[in-house]
């Protein structure tokens, strides 16, 4: 190997080890960066737009609880870049979770972001999955704080009798939210049925009527 291929090499290397270190959103490379959500173009977050004020800093929307009364019982409330257009660039977001009674927030991940919620209200029963399939649960109560790491499968539900909220904070502008259950049963186009079946070992009745209690309501 010739030595300015090899200095390359190594370079490349440190680039990557550097790379690997930014385990959230990237670093910002000025005071604000409201975004443009309007904007036509697109790059790795939302482009700046000129014309800021202080509301682009600024909602309200988690001061209440949101509507339970859905299929699950429970509402998350983003309080993301797509609310607060200022967190453009930030790295870091919240959201406002309710749950009535038996509410379920269902497994799910964040591909962004790690996550920490700190209960506001009530009791409830949370847990994370590591990738080697074991379970950490643990009830949860009113000022306490819990935690999930980036990308792992985690869920909350409600098993008191009394409402529950949390607020969460995370280290994305824009954690985005993959539910396991509808991404592989309620995706569009779907997933076809053979590998459904094959996944979880059932037949494709029991696929089909999963996808049809899971497909999106008109
Ligand atoms: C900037 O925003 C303010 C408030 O929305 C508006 O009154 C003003 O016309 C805007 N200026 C420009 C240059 O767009
Ligand atoms: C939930 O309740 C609100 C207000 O009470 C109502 O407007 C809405 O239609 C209800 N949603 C469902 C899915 O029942």
Do not use: W
């Amino acid at each position: 190997m010739a030595t300015s291929d090899h200095g390359l090499m190594i370079g490349m290397m440190i680039a990557f080890s550097l790379a690997s270190l930014v385990s959230a959103d990237p670093e910002l490379l000025q005071d604000v960066c409201v975004a443009d959500l309007a904007s036509g173009v697109k790059l790795n977050g939302f482009s700046c737009k000129s014309n800021i004020s202080v509301d682009d800093f600024f909602f309200a929307g988690l001061a209440n609880p949101g509507l339970t009364n859905n299929t699950f019982g429970a509402t998350v409330t983003p309080a993301s870049v797509q609310q607060i257009t200022g967190l453009n660039t930030l790295g870091v977001s919240m959201a406002r979770i309710d749950y009535a009674p038996g509410g379920l927030n269902p497994p799910h991940t964040h591909p962004r972001a790690t996550e920490i919620v700190f209960v506001l209200e009530g009791e409830l029963n949370v847990g994370f999955i590591t990738t080697d399939n074991k379970l950490f649960s643990k009830t949860i109560k009113k000022g306490e704080i819990f935690t999930f790491t980036r990308g792992l499968i985690h869920y909350q539900i409600n098993n008191g009798k009394v409402p529950a909220a949390v607020i969460a904070g995370f280290n994305s502008q824009l954690s985005g939210t993959q539910r396991v259950a509808n991404a592989v049963f309620a995706s569009s186009p779907p997933v076809d049925d053979v590998v459904l079946t094959n996944t979880f070992q059932v037949g494709t009745k029991l696929v089909e009527k999963i996808k049809y209690r899971l497909a999106p309501k008109k």
